[in-house]
């Protein structure tokens, strides 16, 4: 049963957002792939560095680069399906304490200005990509990679992040009035 001041979405627009956590729910199923592959690269390293097998290397030289890539990615890959399952850390002190209409507004605003960071993003990493993959740009460390390797996933994923808060908005805009209950709370 509907609580009171609820609205009901089109079922396109629902069987949409449904196919949408589907392939949010993937993306987070790579990152856990890429979370199992950067552990077994740091344990290969630090057995290496530690325990002398002959015709091997000391330590793979590379393993620092590689993990904090994958971590920049499994963070990119997860923001999205953390965001649709409500798992982000918010403080909502204020948010409880004010009339629940005023929350729900509050809500409103939170997420339009999310969007418009999310959109400024997009832009942002496909104009930062583009620039350093035009100019050859080259990230010299142990291991010489395109800079814009690690520019490129930005619009990607803020793209997603930003038609995930368009599905929270009609989520929110179909909920009762008040502040969400999604959320991991420190109120």
């Known amino acids: 049963m509907r609580a009171a001041g609820a609205r009901r979405l089109p079922e396109g627009i629902a069987r949409l957002s449904a196919a949408y956590g589907r392939l949010l729910a993937v993306l987070a199923g790579l990152a856990c792939v890429l979370l ?31 993990s904090e890539m994958l ?18 850390v918010r403080v909502d002190i204020v948010l409880r304490a004010i009339p629940k209409s005023w929350a729900w507004y509050c809500e409103w605003i939170a997420d339009l200005l999310a969007l418009a960071c999310c959109i400024g993003m997009v832009r942002y990493g496909a104009t930062a990509a583009w620039r350093s993959y ?11 990679t395109p800079e814009w390797w690690s520019l490129m996933p930005l619009a990607p994923v803020f793209t997603l992040l930003a038609i995930e808060l368009v599905f929270r908005m009609a989520r929110l805009y179909e909920s009762q009035r008040g502040p969400r209950d999604d959320a991991v709370s420190t109120a």
Not at 37 to 64: E, H, Y
Not at 71 to 88: D, E, F, K, M, S
Request: proline share 3%.
């Open 36 to 66: 199992f592959a950067m552990m077994l690269i740091i344990c290969v390293d630090v057995l290496l560095r530690n325990v002398g097998i002959a015709g091997l290397p000391r330590g793979l030289a590379w393993a620092n680069e590689v």
């Open 134 to 144: 035009q100019s050859g740009s080259l990230s010299i460390k142990t291991l010489v």
């Open 71 to 88: 971590l920049y990615l499994i963070t990119l890959l997860v923001a999205p399906w953390l965001l649709r399952q409500g798992q982000h």
